[in-house]
């Protein structure tokens, strides 16, 4: 089934000569069933490239998934036009009122600042406590899931001495939980990230599940109990030469920065990196769309802040971050 996007999207052009199913809205306005309604805030300087990746994960799934991309009103970055974000985004004040089935957030290059200084801090504070009453299910992924951790369950992050680069390998640590349904005993995660998770506070939080470790990378996927929050602290949806991409891009600001881990062939840089991540990204992002969206939202969304209402608190947050 195809992920319904707007018709002049450039990534419609993209996905559609990659063979991913996609659905314009004057296709989907002629059929007569409901498609997940699922939000994305986009944090990442190159949106176009960000939305195709995700929308690529989520259109190769057998689910009808109409798409809402959004955009922080506080921080508007240089590197995105004005005029694609006019055409194809909605800012958080424009859904407020609407619910949604799922919601995902995005990662965002300012890990290395604490998060309350970070400019749109107070807004995604906002959005994050909105989304637990108005969405079902909420993936974090990246400096997103670091920032959900904190804001939900005060859980720190701690500074890396050096970039945690590459694509590591992670063992799956639960099988009977859904979101791993389907999955290899190890899968690989890219990561390119200055900070980590205080796993101290992680592993003593009775309200997490952790899914997925990485004995070089650290914890590499997160679940609420009741499966209504997924952290990914890596970056499943990148495409084969992302990580090449900033690889190179820092070479040339002359950053601190090692050849990425396990990624191009023998560590040699002029070959081109391997793709292996691919097939597990796929699964991840079906299987959150199948078992913790689909399955188990309302089919009336309007029931949702009803169920949400009555949704316990998490066991290990404090008072002030519930």
Known sequence: MPVKIPDALPAVKILSEENIFVMTERRSAQQ?????????????????????????????????????????????????????????????????????????????????????????????????????KNVFSTLYICWAAQAGLFHHYGIGKIELPEKMFGVFEHRVRNRANPLVRGFDDSFYIPVSRHTAIDEAGLYACADLNILAVSEESGVGLIASRDRRRVFSTGHSEYDADTLDQEYRRDLEKNLPIRIPRHY???????????????????????????????????????????????????DCAPEYYI
């Open 32 to 132: 007569d069933i409901r498609p997940l309604r699922i939000a994305i805030l986009n944090l990442m300087p190159n949106k176009a490239a960000t939305e195709t990746q995700l929308l690529r994960l989520i259109g190769n799934t057998p689910l009808q998934v109409e798409v809402t991309l959004l955009h922080t009103s506080s921080y508007l970055g240089a590197n995105t036009p004005k005029s694609h974000l006019d055409e194809f985004y909605r800012t958080f004040d424009e859904v407020s009122g609407e619910l949604f089935d799922g919601f995902i957030i995005t990662g965002a290059p300012v890990e290395l600042m604490d998060f309350e200084n970070v400019r749109y801090w107070d807004e995604l504070k906002s959005v994050m406590n909105w989304a637990d």
């Open 264 to 314: 191009y062939p023998n560590d040699d840089p002029s070959k081109p990196p391997r793709l292996r991540w691919r097939s597990h990204a796929s699964l991840l992002f079906a299987n959150w769309l199948n078992y913790f969206v689909y399955q188990e939202t309302p089919f009336d969304l309007n029931t949702l802040r009803s169920i949400n209402a009555s949704k316990p608190s998490a």
